[in-house]
T-cell receptor, first 117, second 117 residues
Framework: AQSVSQHNHHVILSEAASLELGCNYS??????LFWYVQYPGQHLQLLLK??????LVKGIKGFEAEFIKSKFSFNLRKPSVQWSDTAEYFC???????????????FGKGTKLSVIP | KAGVTQTPRYLIKTRGQQVTLSCSPI?????VSWYQQTPGQGLQFLFE???????NKGNFPGRFSGRQFSNSRSEMNVSTLELGDSALYLC????????????????FGPGTRLTVL
């Protein structure tokens, strides 16, 4: 079955540390990739997306992600985290599964990031 | 533009009852998807509607159903509630520009927190 794996359940960093959150997916067809963020008490919101072209995509708030097709990975990075980045981060893959009527967004289980001031 | 709205925001029901949740998408968005979010399972896809038709369905029992109206507003219904149905139910809408849902970017509402006692 198609799946999205996020390697870390909970990451704790000090402010100014660098961040890398792993995401791997299992699907061989055409996909689009997303990272969403859920700040405490807020809606899920889009951080960045990859459709095609340059595999290094930049999003909001200084986040970026790199798509490596050969590794089925879409890792999220930020050079220097801030306390306000404390949130839960979700990787998601939009893919067309067999028998489905449309593309479907499948989420990883999320990574909680705690940034210590 | 107003975002995705969901009503009610909180709901407490008892086992065996049924519940209806409502979602109003962003104006102009015709695709509406529903997700169940729990701490253990993360975000799981329930179903997607487009132009009043269910286009895609996740792996949930038949107690979970939905519909979409001509104004794109959507409702989901859960009958014979079980304790395990306690979750945050999220609705997301998309503007489908290119005739395919591959490029859909989903905008999420705040969710309805359902507690089943």
């Amino acid at each position: 079955a198609q799946s999205v794996s996020q390697h870390n359940h909970h990451v704790i960093l000090s402010e100014a540390a660098s961040l890398e959150l792993g995401c791997n997916y299992s699907y061989g067809g055409t996909v689009n990739l997303f990272w969403y963020v859920q700040y405490p008490g807020q809606h899920l919101q889009l951080l960045l997306k990859y459709f095609s072209g340059d595999p290094l995509v930049k999003g909001i708030k200084g986040f970026e992600a790199e798509f490596i097709k050969s590794k089925f990975s879409f890792n999220l990075r930020k050079p220097s985290v801030q306390w306000s980045d404390t949130a839960e981060y979700f990787c998601a893959v939009n893919a067309h599964y067999s028998g489905a009527g449309s593309y479907q967004l499948t989420f990883g289980k999320g990574t909680k990031l705690s940034v210590i001031p | 533009k107003a975002g995705v709205t969901q009503t009610p925001r909180y709901l407490i029901k008892t086992r065996g009852q049924q519940v209806t949740l409502s979602c109003s998408p962003i104006s102009g968005h015709r695709s509406v998807s529903w997700y169940q979010q729990t701490p253990g399972q993360g975000l799981q896809f329930l179903f997607e509607y487009f132009s009043e038709t269910q286009r895609n369905k996740g792996n949930f029992p038949g107690r979970f159903s939905g519909r979409q109206f001509s104004n794109s507003r959507s409702e989901m219904n859960v009958s014979t509630l079980e304790l395990g149905d306690s979750a945050l139910y999220l609705c997301a809408s998309s503007l489908e520009k290119s005739g395919t849902s591959l490029y859909n970017e989903q905008f999420f509402g705040p969710g309805t927190r359902l507690t089943v006692l």
